[in-house]
């Protein structure tokens, strides 16, 4: 069975990737990896609190391995990040990363050249699934997450904050994708079958960054902090 790790952003796409690899049966998930903005220490894009990702793994069983990024972060300087964190991975007997993608090729190319020579295999195993199909498979499934970033630019930043539910689908607008794999939105997932049980997440401010509209959200035990959006490389 492979070791693998899930690159995990706290959203619906890296959380479904883990339940489709664990009911597969063919790989062995040891860890969740995530990259958070060392500045803000929240992670990229979905601006997700680094309690909430903790609370994430805890409930799926799972380590967290962290990796810090500076704010702001060259491509150098992210490469070399992962490059150490993939040395680490190898030496842990890990031999693949899961990741969540789902139909941008150049994303994929982009993966799949960065752990060229790695030892590490990358595994996609949401790859060209129909993403309206699989938004109600993954809402009927018992997933429940909020939208934490909306890029007003596709969809109206009204979304920002809302339930990924049927009720949003419907009312996406047709260019939409159902699962924002454009960067329509981003998700903070806090329940679903990859999970021993549901977060307790409060919605808090709602904010305008570097034109995106971004949700804060927090543990219900957590404390309350001033929101500032991370943005990056996810």
């Not at 998930?29 to 309690?51: S, W």
């Not at 679903?192 to 307790?200: C, H, I």
């Not at 919605?203 to 959006?229: K, Q, S």
Request: aromatic letters at 8%; proline letters at 4%; hydrophobic letters at 45%.
């Amino acid at each position: 069975m492979k070791r693998v790790v899930v690159s995990w952003s706290g959203g619906k796409d890296s959380a479904w990737a883990l339940h489709v690899v664990r009911q597969r049966g063919d790989c062995e998930v040891v860890a969740l990896l995530t990259t958070m903005n060392e500045a803000f220490d929240r992670v990229a894009m979905h601006a997700i609190r680094r309690e909430i990702v903790e609370a994430q793994a805890h409930s799926a069983g799972l380590p967290l391995w962290t990796v810090s990024l500076p704010w702001p972060c060259s491509n150098e300087q992210y490469e070399t990040t992962m490059s150490r964190i993939c040395q680490r991975a190898v030496s842990e007997g890990v031999e693949g990363i899961v990741f969540g993608d789902l139909f941008l090729a150049d994303i994929r190319a982009y993966r799949e050249k960065q752990l060229a020579g790695t030892g590490l295999e990358p595994l996609f195993p949401l790859w060209l699934l129909r993403t309206a199909e699989l938004a109600r498979e993954m809402i009927g499934a018992g997933l429940r997450a909020r939208l934490t970033c909306v890029d007003p630019k596709q969809i109206h930043g009204s979304f920002v904050g809302r339930e990924f539910d049927a009720t949003l689908l419907s009312d996406l607008p047709a260019s939409c994708d159902p699962c924002g794999e454009m960067g329509e939105f981003h998700t903070c997932v806090y329940a679903g079958p990859m999970f021993g049980s549901a977060l307790d997440l409060l919605n808090g401010e709602v904010a305008e960054r570097d034109g995106f509209m971004f949700a804060d959200m927090a543990l219900a035990t957590g404390n309350a902090r001033e929101f500032v959006p991370a943005q990056g490389k996810a």
